[in-house]
């Protein structure tokens, strides 16, 4: 079985991904454009450390078109090698990590500089998973013949709502940010 860090040496660059993304890609580019890094220290912080991080991930989800720019620009400021494994490539993987038992992405893995998983994030922050929940609470029974179109319109209200309301980005940044925290206390 292929260890975290073996899908990190074979995963492209996040750059070179978002490049070569065939969905959603420009949403994503006006994330990573538009998203602009507090000046909290953490970078300098996460210098100090040999940390990788790997996201699992597919350019046709909304999420990730939203997260991966944000912690791009984070794993940038502070030099983290950011690399990208494809969830639907080979699940072994995702399969490791589910969040309540579904391959929900992205995921992003934080490991060290032996490959090491020291912790996860993903797949949302959860002011942003408020929004979702009370979204899909609006849905019709999955039986309604009107359900595929009204959860049409649902992932078309988010997937408007990451590009457009920076505080979004902002949240994912603060949960990433605990996240990393509280992996960096512990070791």
Known sequence: MKTEEQFFQEGKSIQTYMDEMNMLKEESFTVYENF????????????????????????WCGDAMMINPVIRKLAEAAGIDFRVALRDADTTLIDRHLTNGGRAIPMILILDEKGELLGKWGPRAPQVQKIVDELRGELPPKEDPAFAEKQKEVIATLRERYVSEEILWTHVYDSFKNTLMNILEKN
């Open 36 to 59: 602009r890094l507090p000046a909290d220290g953490l970078a300098e912080k996460l210098q100090q450390h040999s940390l990788h991080f790997l996201t699992i991930t597919e350019d």
